[in-house]
């Protein structure tokens, strides 16, 4: 059994940053991959980025050179640094993380999700 709990959302003008981040607490064996989510209002939820244990990276395109995700192994956390913040980058953002329960078990555990907006 896992917890995931994200921090650091808030209100921020545009071209300003937040830092977002994620921890994984419980008992499990060792987490796979992590991602950043986030869904806007009247619209799906979204991948912003993700980071396998072994340090591969993807990000959705209209993030990329904006958005930095990174994960602290030892702690079970991971970042997401946000730069040069655009109105459209308003929502709220899910942290989800692909924990190893057993020999044979990955369950994927979600946050609770921490609101980002965004002012013109």
């Known amino acids: 059994q896992a917890h995931v709990v994200e921090s650091g959302g808030g209100l921020v003008q545009a071209g300003g940053s937040l830092r977002l981040s994620c921890a994984v607490s419980g008992s499990f064996i060792s987490i796979n991959a992590m991602g950043w989510y986030r869904q806007a209002p009247g619209k799906p939820r979204e991948l912003v980025a993700t980071?396998?244990?072994?340090?591969?990276?993807n990000y959705v395109d209209s993030v990329k050179g904006r958005f930095t995700i990174s994960r602290d192994n030892g702690e079970n956390t991971v970042y997401l640094q946000m730069n040069s913040l655009k109105p459209e980058d308003t929502a709220v953002y899910y942290c989800n993380a692909a924990v190893k329960t057993s020999l044979s078990s990955v369950f994927y555990y979600w946050g609770q999700g921490t609101q980002v907006t965004v002012s013109s």
């Open positions: 980071i396998s244990s072994g340090g591969n990276i």
